[in-house]
């Protein structure tokens, strides 16, 4: 065991490298240099040069990257533009935000996913899985932003029930697990749960079906088992694959929660990357993304290692 | 006895049908996926024959009749933020949004199958070096990658391509590269090889015919996800610019409107949905006619 999950650390590391990369070149990709969106319109060609030189941006590539690199490590992400302050800081306070929001959603994703996936499985082609199935093509198709729009339309402008945006009553940027605060995660959470539901669904309903249609499954009815108890044999052997899909549902939805928080304002990572984008803060915007993708790197890691430790059958070369 | 031989013989011999015949009798066969088709048709014939069924024109607005309800005379869906008429704009959109969504799949597909096919008919080294880079692109959510691309590159239409053919170019590469690999290995191919036909014939002829219909298939699946992140992106304000169009755009300029006109804001939402969904259960009912497994 204690020799796969570092196999599987060291299969990680070059994964790691090429994101560190990707990251790096990102601000690359982008027209002109991270300095010209800083740069004074009349800065003359020594001044940019001199500017240019302060920063390394005249070195070759590698050597940049190298650089980036070390103080990356060093827990220096650089300062964003706009505000001046260090990434780091900024990125950190931002993703508590987004982490919460994510775990709720997963959360009622995973209840409700597993429950219907169930469901499904045990009754094969019946009313209800027909139901279930239909739930979770919506949870993947639905435009997952406009779902956002149409629940503030109902329960915020025509009922007025709840909060349409922001994480809390005094505005401010951090979310509290307080009754005030929980009004404003309900909307976005349940926006945002749809989609893990139906992943989740989908995956629970073909495991059940297929554990189901196993021999021992047969042999253990034959031996005189109580429905009750085979179910829970299913649930035992469908657990590992359940709970490692809603692991990586969970990095899925920190990542990609950009659209569902510019709608309801959520002051989370995705947020801070629309601010980044729109500023032009480039730092901002490079940091952002490396501490999402190395994130999910490391929960992806996380998830493998439990997965072979709960269900050792599955033990990936 | 001869009566029945010669009954026998000259019996009609039941025609067998190719695969792809089959695979279009089976999909017809299928309610769900050809209501499914009848939509996505319709969609992309309103879309091509707009300047004819459409009454007005999409980008000529009235400022004194702006967000008029669904229903008003003259407004079959209402006006928008700018007194343009809604039923036009929405009909116009599936040009825009369409092209946005379909053309990322369509070059993945492309380059996606390229890479996957060479690599895993080479296998090797090259394999291992082309899929352990194709593995650091998995390391992003698609989400995630499509908005650091497009922010990074920055607004306009040809960069959200770019962006999203990038997303998924690696997706499509690893499903090629398995099938692939799969393939090469069969007696027959081992055969070809033996009997002097050289790589691109073995490619061509053998892998090509093999692996392109799991890859197709595969790929139609992707583009329910592209829709919705082509029009996620403009909705962000990285795709297309205003005053065109755009069903992703316009339910960003509405949301204004989610107070005054609700129904009139989520309408471009319902055409992003309807085609999503339409294109979903389309390619789920592909697949189980082509049987093939994922």
Not at chain 1, 116 to 137: E, I, M, N, Q
Not at chain 2, 213 to 229: A, E, Q, R
Request: charged share 10%.
């Amino acid at each position: 065991m204690l020799l796969y999950t570092l196999r599987r650390i060291l299969y990680v590391t070059p994964v790691a490298i090429g994101v560190s990369i990707i990251c790096f070149l990102l601000v690359h990709l982008a027209p002109g240099d991270p300095l010209t969106a800083v740069m004074p319109i009349d800065a003359t060609a020594a001044q940019q040069a001199e500017m240019r030189q302060a920063y390394g941006f005249d070195r070759p590539l590698p050597i940049q990257y190298g650089i980036w690199l070390w103080k990356v490590l060093h827990g220096d992400l650089g300062n964003s533009i706009a505000s001046g302050r260090p990434v780091l800081s900024e990125v950190s306070r931002a993703v508590g935000n987004s982490l919460i929001l994510a775990s709720v959603a997963t959360l009622i994703g995973f209840t409700f996913g597993t429950f219907f996936g169930f469901v499904a499985g045990y009754f094969r082609d019946s009313p209800l899985d027909k139901a279930a199935s239909a739930l979770s093509v919506f949870g993947v198709s639905v435009p997952h932003y406009w779902l956002g729009i149409v629940l503030v339309i109902i329960f915020s402008a025509q009922l007025g029930w709840l909060p349409p945006t922001g994480a809390g009553p005094d505005g401010s940027g951090n979310w509290r697990p307080d009754t005030e605060h929980l009004r404003y995660i309900i909307l976005p959470a349940i926006t945002m749960s749809v989609i893990p539901m139906g992943i989740i669904a989908r995956t629970v309903r073909a495991l059940v079906a297929d554990i189901l249609s196993q021999e021992f499954v047969q042999a253990l009815r034959a031996k005189g088992l109580g429905e009750w108890g085979v179910f829970k044999h299913v649930v035992t052997n469908a657990a590992p694959t359940a709970l490692a899909v809603m692991g990586l549902q969970l990095g899925y939805l920190l990542g990609g929660s950009i659209l569902i928080e510019t709608v309801f304002a959520w002051p989370g990572t995705g947020f801070l990357l629309n601010a980044a984008i729109f500023q032009r803060d480039l730092p901002l915007l490079q940091g952002t993304i490396l501490v999402l993708a190395m994130f999910f790197v490391m929960l992806n890691l996380l998830v493998d290692v439990l997965q072979t430790t709960l269900d050792p059958r599955i033990q990936r070369t | 006895m001869t009566a029945i031989a010669d009954a026998l013989i000259h019996a009609p011999v039941p025609k067998s049908r190719g695969y792809w015949a089959s695979v279009a009798v089976r999909l017809s066969r299928d309610p769900v996926a050809m209501v499914a088709l009848a939509v996505v048709l319709a969609i992309v014939l309103a879309a091509v024959f707009a300047p004819l069924i459409a009454p007005a024109d999409p980008l000529k607005g009235s400022m004194i009749r702006r967000l008029r309800p669904i229903g008003f005379p003259g407004y079959p869906l209402g006006s928008d933020e700018l007194g343009r008429d809604m039923l036009t704009r929405l009909i116009y959109g599936g040009r825009l949004s369409l092209f946005i969504g379909v053309t990322p799949v369509l070059c993945a597909f492309v380059i996606g199958s390229g890479i996957g096919i060479f690599a895993g008919y080479l296998g090797g080294w090259v394999n291992t070096m082309l899929m352990r880079v194709i593995d650091v692109f998995f390391a992003f959510p698609s989400v995630l990658l499509a908005i650091a691309l497009s922010g990074a590159l920055g607004a306009g239409i040809l960069n959200s391509i770019v962006s999203l053919t990038i997303v998924f170019v690696p997706q499509i590469a690893r499903v090629a590269e398995s099938v692939t690999t799969q393939i090469r290995t069969r007696d027959y191919v081992e055969a070809a090889r033996i009997s002097g036909a050289g790589p691109i014939t073995i490619v061509r002829v053998h892998v090509l015919g093999n692996v392109l219909g799991p890859i197709f298939v595969y790929s139609t699946s992707l583009i329910s996800v592209s829709m919705i992140l082509a029009a996620g992106l403009s909705f962000l304000g990285l795709g297309v610019k205003p005053p065109e169009p755009e069903w992703g755009l316009m339910l960003n300029t509405l949301r204004t409107a989610i107070y005054t006109q609700p129904m009139v804001a989520a309408l471009p939402g319902v055409m992003i949905f309807l085609t999503s969904i339409s294109f979903n259960l389309f390619s789920d009912g592909l697949r189980s006619a082509m049987e093939v497994r994922q």
